[in-house]
C-alpha cells in the first residue's frame, strides 16, 4: 500500500547545535530515497526539548543544507509551534485510561519501568511524568535495511514516558503525532534510533495512525567507535567545499560515485546520486567508519 502513495519522507534536526558530518550523511540519504522517488522531502525542525536548543541553530541548520544542495519542500515545521496538539491527543489518552502519572525518578529506576505508578495515587502538586500503558503484544516491522525487527513492548521497554516532568513533551510522543499530521509515510534515519520505532509503532496502533516504512541507515562512528554526535564533540561540516563533502558521504554511502565527479558541482553530483540511488549495499550494517 504505501508503495502506491505518493512518497513523503522528512528530514527532522534537533536544533542544539550545527550539522556535523553524522547528521548531513542522514539527511543525504533520506532526500536522495525521496527524490529517486519522486517524492516530497519535508523538513522539521525537532525543537520541543528547549533546554537543549541552542540559539540560531536552526538558522545554521537550514543554511546548510540550502549550501549543500539539499532543498526541502513546503515550509519549514516547528514543533514548538504545535503543543495544542500535543497536549489535545495526550487528554484524549488520558480520558481513555490509557496513560498515567508517574513520580518516579531516573536514579531510583533501573532497567525496564515495573508500572509502579499504575495504580498509585499521587500527593496533590506533586511533580509527574505521564506514561503509556502497554501490553504483551509483539511489534514487529521489516526495516528497509536491517530486515524484521520484533519487540515486546511491556517485556523489552514497559510503560515509557510521553511528557516529562519538566512538561517537555517526549520525543517519542511528538515524531508520531508530527509524522501522522505532515503525511510522513517513509522514515530515513540512523541506525541508533532503530530501538524506538517498535514503541513508536504502538503508538501509532494506539492512535490509529498509519505506519510509515521504515529504513535505518548504519551511522558514522569514529576511530574509537563512537557515533558522530554533538555529544562526542562532532565538528561542524565545512561549507567551503560542498562537492567534496558530498563526495565522501556517497563514498561513505555506497554508492560507488565516478571519480571524475570529485571536483564538479554541488548540484551535478546530486544529480548524479538521485539517478543511480541504491541503499542495497547498506543492508544489515549498523555503523560505518569515515577511516576505514
Known amino acids: 500500500m504505501l508503495d502506491k502513495q505518493p512518497y513523503i519522507g522528512r528530514f527532522a534536526p534537533s536544533p542544539t547545535g550545527p ?19 519522486h517524492g516530497l522531502w519535508l523538513l522539521r525542525i525537532d525543537d520541543l526539548d528547549s533546554p537543549r536548543n541552542i540559539k540560531g541553530s536552526a538558522e545554521n541548520i537550514l543554511k546548510t543544507l540550502d549550501v549543500f544542495g539539499l532543498h526541502w519542500d513546503g515550509s519549514v515545521v516547528y514543533q514548538s509551534q504545535h503543543l495544542d496538539v500535543y497536549d489535545e491527543i495526550l487528554d484524549k489518552l488520558a480520558k481513555n485510561y490509557l496513560i498515567y502519572p508517574c513520580t518516579c525518578s531516573r536514579k531510583t529506576l ?34 528497509d535495511l ?12 514497559g510503560d515509557f514516558i ?14 508520531v503525532v508530527d509524522d501522522n499530521r505532515q503525511g510522513v509515510n517513509h522514515v530515513v534515519r540512523g541506525f541508533d534510533l532503530l530501538d524506538s520505532t517498535p514503541r513508536q509503532i504502538y503508538l ?35 561549507l567551503k567545499a560542498p562537492h567534496i563533502v558530498l563526495f565522501a558521504l556517497l563514498v561513505l554511502l555506497k554508492q560507488n560515485p565516478p571519480s571524475e565527479l570529485q571536483q564538479a558541482p554541488a548540484a551535478e553530483i546530486l544529480n548524479w546520486a538521485t539517478d543511480h540511488w541504491d541503499p542495497t549495499p547498506l543492508k544489515n550494517s549498523c555503523a560505518i567508519s569515515p577511516i576505514c
Not at 19 to 37: M, V
Not at 121 to 138: A, F, G, M, V
Open 19 to 37: 550539522l556535523h558530518l553524522g547528521s548531513l550523511y542522514t539527511a543525504l540519504a533520506g532526500f536522495l530515497q525521496a527524490r529517486s522517488r
Open 110 to 143: 533501573a532497567g525496564i519501568y515495573s508500572g509502579l505508578c499504575r495504580d498509585k495515587q499521587l500527593p496533590r502538586n506533586s511533580l509527574y511524568s505521564l506514561r503509556i500503558k502497554t501490553d504483551e503484544r509483539i511489534i514487529s516491522f521489516q526495516d
Open 146 to 157: 536491517q530486515g524484521l525487527v520484533s519487540h515486546n513492548l511491556s517485556g523489552q521497554h
Open 162 to 175: 510521553l511528557k516529562r516532568k519538566d512538561r517537555v513533551i517526549a520525543y517519542q510522543f511528538a515524531v
Open 204 to 238: 501509532q496502533q494506539t492512535l490509529g495512525f498509519a505506519t510509515p516504512g521504515y529504513m535505518h541507515v548504519p551511522v558514522i562512528i569514529d576511530e574509537k567507535g563512537y557515533k558522530l554526535s554533538k555529544q562526542t564533540c562532532a565538528t561542524a561540516v565545512d
